[in-house]
């Protein structure tokens, strides 16, 4: 076993009938680190996070969470793990305290006041005598993390946490496990949004069908990034296309919708728009199609994109 | 949630790891308090309590007694015989339903509600939250059976009255030895009763759905019953489950007879083992991948 790995996950497989829902996958979250594992749905994220919480037993490799496994320890391995799986579900007749209370009770309790300082933090205190029935599903979420505070846990295990969120939600979500990853924990959170993962985490693992497509960091990540495209629309496409040709750096092309796409680094962009304002050509619209890590995502992941760059690459954890 | 980036993350003077496993009291508190909280499981007891004296009052009030059925002949004149007159009427589907409203329910309403995933993800294991269940279960089997019991002699009793009670083999029993045998005889209801809460119990955990799990016992009790009333079929008889029902007639005849006693003792308990066994083996392999 590695000394400060939260999860040390060793060639882990499952199948389900005749689908490999996750096939020979190997991932190590540092202790203290935000990990990402990042995948379309049906990727096989989930899979492997209701193998840590031993949901579903995998085919073959070992999981080691904080150095224990479920065969050495059972249900001890939990001990200083938390978090949820897809939505976080309660018990709808009852409030949300008397879930809380009643998790509580099958983790043997809780210090007196927790209870009331992680329904403070996850801004539940007023809500929590109402019945969850009644609760929306950004409650539930919260809710949830409650719940998974409750455990004062070192790892913290988020399926999709701002999956179903508004935008408000989302943002408050991210904040929120940004300080608790800030406060010492080993976050693992699986998303399919790369947004949050660049976001948030240190470290990413992609997968594609139940397969590792990459695993590094960000930076790394960021490193192997196509150039940014950006939508381009004028008072003169035509004249703009031939301006073009000032920027050998740039690729611009025309596409269907009469739009120009313009593909390159950053500073030759605005210097291309500079040389249409110059030239007296105003800008209808200027948008960027994918940010660069979206772009790469999606190569990643995507069955018709560029098989070169999924490739596995050793991973480098991130102390924090 | 707008302002919780200033909120303070929990720590409450806690340090991380620094936790008790619970045995099985804790798992077995929260499921008490969960089905405390259950309208479905009020209702029930709530029925119990008050259906009995409602047919009590109305069987009271017919002019022609039900001469065919067991006890049935003194039934509006004997509160001794009505309470058995009810209690072979509960014993044919009443009691399992009763039973399998919980216990039909209480592995099933997991997978319903989604929450299997938020239990197992705790600090208590599948075996203990099985336990718990399965005894929480069994529980209540035990206090509904006692309500309905409790209710169904008190009312007869009152309203009917307490005359000795006429025998199955047409002895004369006193006042106070019909009460105590009448008690006994619904008492003698606990083992095949608690034979179908494991069996509901078996139901809720292999279909994972409610409904199945509720009225699966009670369509198997029928079924047995029919089974057990046609001809040519001795053999099987004692292994059905619906047989120790009948056990307590035994204590209204003269001489008594408490071997069907044993017997249905030993077909119970041989349900509850295979059922629970069966249901924990089926629970302990299963792969979570919904709720």
């Known amino acids: 076993m590695n000394q400060g790995l939260a999860v040390e996950a060793t060639g882990v497989s499952k199948t389900f009938g005749s689908v490999r829902a996750v096939d020979d996958i190997t991932i190590r979250v540092a202790e203290g680190e935000v990990y990402g594992v990042l995948g379309p749905n049906g990727a096989g994220k989930t899979t492997f996070l209701r193998m840590l919480f031993g949901l579903i037993r995998p085919d073959a490799g070992t999981i080691r969470i904080l150095g224990r496994t479920w065969d050495e320890s059972g249900v001890a391995v939990l001990d200083e793990v938390a978090g949820f799986i897809e939505s976080p579900r309660f018990y709808p007749y009852l409030t949300g305290r008397q879930n809380l209370e009643g998790l509580a009770l099958l983790d043997g309790g809780h210090p007196p006041g927790l209870l009331e300082e992680v329904l403070e933090v996850v801004e539940m205190d007023d809500r929590a005598d109402e019945r969850v029935g009644g609760y929306s599903y950004g409650m539930r979420q919260r809710l949830g993390v409650a719940a998974s505070l409750l455990r004062t846990p070192r790892l913290l295990v988020l399926d999709e946490p701002a999956n179903g969120l508004d935008p408000a939600g989302i943002r408050d979500m991210r904040s929120l496990v940004k300080r608790l990853a800030d406060s010492g924990l080993t976050v693992l959170l699986s998303s399919h949004d790369m947004d949050e993962v660049e976001e948030i985490c240190d470290n990413v693992t992609i997968m594609k069908r139940g397969t590792v497509a990459f695993h590094g960091t960000i930076a790394h990540l960021r490193t192997m990034a196509p150039q940014p495209g950006h939508v381009l629309a004028t008072t003169d496409d035509v004249r703009a296309l031939e301006l073009a040709h000032q920027h050998p750096a740039l690729r611009v092309a025309r596409d269907p919708e009469a739009a120009l796409v313009v593909t390159g680094a950053r500073p030759a962009v605005s210097a291309y728009v500079a040389t249409l304002v110059r030239a007296d050509i105003d800008l209808l619209a200027f948008n960027q199609t994918q940010t660069p890590l979206e772009a790469l995502f999606f190569m990643l992941t995507d069955d018709t994109a560029h098989q070169t760059l999924a490739r596995p690459v050793e991973p480098t954890t991130v102390p924090r | ?291």
């Open chain 2, 1 to 291: 949630m707008s302002a919780t980036t200033n909120a303070p993350v929990a720590t409450a003077g806690t340090t991380p790891g620094a936790r008790t496993r619970p045995g099985l009291v804790a798992p077995l508190r929260w499921e008490i308090r969960k089905l405390r909280a259950q309208l479905r499981a009020k209702a029930v007891l709530i029925g119990a309590l008050v259906l009995p004296v409602v047919v009590v009052v109305v069987i009271h009030g017919q002019s022609r007694p039900p001469k065919d059925t067991l006890f049935g002949r003194f039934a509006t004149v004997n509160g001794f015989a009505l309470a058995l007159l009810i209690l072979g009427f509960a014993a044919q589907w009443v009691l399992p339903l009763l039973t399998a409203v919980v216990a039909g329910d209480i592995f099933a309403g997991e997978d319903q509600h989604g929450t299997w995933k938020t239990v197992l993800t705790r600090s208590t294991s599948r075996a203990r939250l099985f336990w718990a269940k399965t005894l929480t279960a069994a529980g209540f089997a035990a206090i509904v059976l006692a309500v309905l019991a409790a209710s169904t002699i008190a009312s007869s009793v009152l309203i009917v009255g307490h005359e000795p009670l006429t025998g199955l083999s047409g002895q004369t029993i006193p006042a106070a030895e019909a009460l105590r045998l009448v008690a006994v005889s619904w008492a003698t209801m606990l083992p095949p009763m608690l034979g179908f809460t494991c069996l509901a119990i078996l139901l809720s955990v292999w279909s994972r759905n409610p409904a199945v799990g509720i009225a699966g016992p009670v369509v198997i009790g029928m079924v047995m019953q029919l089974v057990g009333a046609l001809g040519g079929v001795e053999a099987v008889r004692p292994f059905l489950l619906s047989t120790p029902f009948e056990a307590w007639h035994g204590l209204l005849a003269d001489p008594r007879f408490t071997g069907p006693l044993l017997d249905g003792l030993l077909t119970s308990a041989v349900w509850c083992a295979l059922s629970l066994t069966a249901a924990f083996t089926l629970l302990r392999r299963r792969d979570i991948t919904g709720g």
